[in-house]
């Protein structure tokens, strides 16, 4: 049900676009006040998310590790996976942040039927009864989750593709850098318009995410509507995309009319009136960016100030003060025989004094 709330949510979103922008007096609303207010409320939504985050007290070190620890000089430590230093923590994140090592090395664990085999008896132990045949029952198996590594990975990456190629319609001249893009994303040419092999992959990885969720028991359990959501809205947002592009045809000279009168603070509507599919396109946009800074897609900026990973896990080093705690008054060794010398010294106890 969760599914299909969330796809209802997107379909009446989309459907209200393309009736409404079908009358010219919406076109301001939908191709001026819309993008305006999605970019106050997704820039405004990240710097109050950022700054409450950076705000929040880590009152104990709390690293996750995997490998293993700095200890003695004859134990080799793993440097990243467990980091004790700034630069371990550094290339740790980077690691994270660009490849998603930690998803790349997960595992998912499956409980099937098999035979259980009976554990192996010691050589030469007689006194115990000889070890029982093997029998059914149920078998633990892990198995690795490579197809959701390069899932996301090519969901991200596809998507910042997709990103940076959108600024040509919002700079005048186009930086060298987007060209580049787009003669690498196009490089096959395939139709005409050419498609956008980023387009493309990006469709395949969010339908694969979707389905992954629809149809694995132990991930649809636990699946919210707000998991569901930004995935449909995502794909109306790809979809709606590729048919403008390829299918409808827009006027690519009045869009960037348009997106370059919003990028300098003059909006002006073009004289000739796009397409209500352009206008759908550009409100599923604006409802992402308005969503963004309060659903879980914020874990963008929420992975740089997670303790399990910003953090050097070196507790053994150095003292982690908490935040929370008021200033103790510490009582010295040199101290506590002050006070209790006469006592411990009726109990045979040495001193330091002495």
């Known amino acids: 049900m969760n599914a299909v709330f969330a796809l209802l949510i997107v379909v009446g979103l989309a459907f209200v676009a393309m009736v409404s922008s079908q009358h010219a007096g919406s076109h301001a609303i939908f191709g001026i006040a819309l993008p305006y207010l999605a970019v106050v409320v997704f820039i405004g939504g990240m710097i109050y998310r950022i700054v409450y985050w950076a705000r929040s007290p880590v009152p104990f070190r709390i690293p996750t590790t995997c490998g293993q620890q700095k200890s003695l000089d004859w134990i080799k430590p793993s440097r990243f996976d467990n980091p004790t ?63 959701l590594w390069l899932a996301g990975l090519a969901f991200h990456y596809t998507f910042l593709f997709v990103l940076l190629r959108h600024l040509r319609f919002f700079t005048e001249p186009v930086p060298v850098f987007v060209d580049l893009l787009e003669g690498l994303d196009g490089f096959m040419e395939i139709g005409l318009p050419t498609l956008f092999l980023t387009g493309a992959v990006l469709l395949l990885a969010v339908t694969y995410l979707l389905l992954r969720r629809l149809f694995l028991p132990e991930v649809r359990y636990i699946s919210l509507l707000q998991d569901y959501f930004p995935l449909f809205l995502i794909l109306g947002i790809g979809i709606s995309g590729i048919t403008l592009r390829h299918f409808v045809g ?18 002006v509507l073009p004289e000739e009136s796009l397409h209500f599919m352009f206008y759908t396109h550009v409100f599923l946009v604006c409802v992402l960016f308005i969503y963004f800074p309060f659903s879980k897609l914020v874990h963008l900026g929420g992975v740089f100030f997670s303790p399990t990973r910003n953090l050097a896990n070196n507790s053994r080093i150095v ?20 006070e209790f010398g006469e006592k411990m010294k009726a109990a045979g106890i040495p001193l330091d004094k002495d």
Not at 104 to 127: C, I, L, M
Not at 250 to 267: G, H, I, N
């Open 319 to 338: 003292r982690h003060v908490n935040p929370w705690a008021k200033p103790a008054k510490l009582h010295s060794y040199k101290e506590y025989e002050a």
């Open 85 to 147: 230093d700034t630069f371990g923590v550094v290339v740790r994140m980077a690691l994270e942040v660009l490849f998603f090592r930690s998803l790349f090395r997960n595992t998912s664990v499956v409980v099937g039927e098999g035979t259980v085999k009976p554990a192996p008896r010691e050589e030469g132990d007689e006194s115990i009864a000889p070890a029982p045949d093997p029998m059914p029952g149920p078998v633990v198996a892990y198995s690795a989750t490579k197809w």
């Open 250 to 267: 827009a006027d690519m000279a009045a869009v960037k009319e348009l997106t370059l009168s919003l990028a300098r603070f003059q909006p």
